[in-house]
């Protein structure tokens, strides 16, 4: 498993936080937007759809936006070049926290400065460790101090075997991220996790983790921001929303990307959001949340019922997003295992925002 095991500190609620009011939006009870990038603002090139708009007019009413990146192959100003291009008004380097600005330090705390770091990874891991004084290889020897590994599309079989090597003889093993897969325009592809994964196969070894869901990333953002009240905005549960449960944020899963109604409804505790949105229009709008009386929970015009095992939408539309809040409410306040849930079909798969 690419991941460490840190405790969960704090579980969300099922229902929305009591600073909400028919009168304000989301975002209003929060001073910072932390956004996870693939699947929530873009899939490769291509900006998903509403996220631009919704951004900026959250930028516009004086929220400070930070994004944060478990990927490792681009530096923080090519990230925030390609922000940019998409038509996000007013993104520099410093508005993106990098998985490779939280491991690296994370790997000077634990092998001498200067030291012999092999690294397996793309420009953006270069240029980090590199600022911090390492020197840098790419093929292991007796004189390899510390392995970080991210993900970069042309790792290759000598790459994994090189840190192989490095590791099996002692060298401090650090991971950006542990991220199984990757949106792509062309689909879901593996991620730096699976990359880890092999490693672990060939050496028995397990990595410390700085990218999400850890909290090492999200520390540096609340850090670097300034943050009080952040709001995580992800579309992962096993990494941006556990790493906001563990980095005790709030925190909204969009489903625009890897994650589906499906998946949340049966999401373990510890990787359930604060709040369920269809896309990022959600930050903008009032959020209707859920309140659950006995068997029976309402979300806006949206009532849900659970009999036994068996979810029923008794009013409102079943495809849409408060069907599925309400749902969600219902199921993880009762004592009946998510997946033993009869669901309807297509339920929170469409429909209103």
């Not at 631009?52 to 009413?61: D, F, M, Q, R, W």
């Not at 392995?147 to 790459?159: E, L, N, R, S």
Request: aromatic letters at 6%; proline letters at 6%; hydrophobic letters at 40%.
């Amino acid at each position: 498993m690419p991941c460490s095991q840190n405790p969960v500190t704090r579980l969300v609620p099922v229902t929305a936080d009591t600073h909400i009011s028919a009168d304000r939006t989301l975002i209003d009870g929060f001073d910072v937007l932390l956004f996870d990038l693939d699947g929530v603002i873009y899939t490769g090139a291509q900006a998903v759809p509403y996220a631009v708009e919704s951004l900026n007019h959250a930028a516009s009413t004086g929220k400070r936006l930070g994004y944060l990146t478990n990927n490792a192959s681009r530096t923080t100003q090519t990230v925030a070049d390609h922000l940019s291009e998409l038509g996000i008004s007013a993104v520099s380097a410093a508005d993106v926290v990098s998985s490779p600005e939280a491991a690296v330090p994370l790997l000077a705390s634990q092998v001498p400065a200067g030291s012999e770091v092999l690294v397996v990874g793309g420009e953006g891991l270069l240029r980090e460790v590199a600022r911090a004084g390492f020197t840098i290889t790419r093929t292991a020897t007796p004189k390899t101090a510390g392995v970080i590994q991210g993900f970069a599309p042309d790792v290759t079989w000598t790459d994994l075997a090189q840190a192989s090597y490095a590791i099996e003889s002692g060298a401090v093993w650090i991971g950006t991220n542990g991220d199984w897969t990757i949106p792509r325009e062309q689909g879901i592809a593996p991620g730096n996790g699976t990359l880890i994964a092999a490693v672990h196969t060939a050496t028995g070894a397990f990595p410390e983790v700085a990218g999400k869901p850890e909290r090492h990333i999200y520390d540096t953002a609340r850090a670097r921001f300034g943050a009080k009240r952040p709001l995580m905005i992800g579309d992962r549960l096993d990494t941006d929303i556990l790493g906001a449960n563990r980095s005790e944020m709030a925190s909204l899963l969009v489903l625009t990307g890897v994650d589906t109604p499906l998946s949340v409804l049966r999401a373990d505790r510890d990787q359930r959001p604060t709040y369920i949105g269809r896309d990022t229009r959600t930050l903008n709008e009032y959020y209707a949340p859920a309140v659950v009386n006995g068997n029976v929970a309402t979300c806006g015009e949206t009532e849900v019922r659970l009999d036994r095992a068996v979810l029923t939408v008794v009013a409102g539309d079943p495809r849409g997003v408060e069907a599925l809040r309400a749902a969600c409410a219902l199921v993880w306040n009762s004592s009946i295992p998510p997946t033993a849930v009869l669901v309807p079909d297509g339920l929170g798969m469409g429909g209103s925002a």
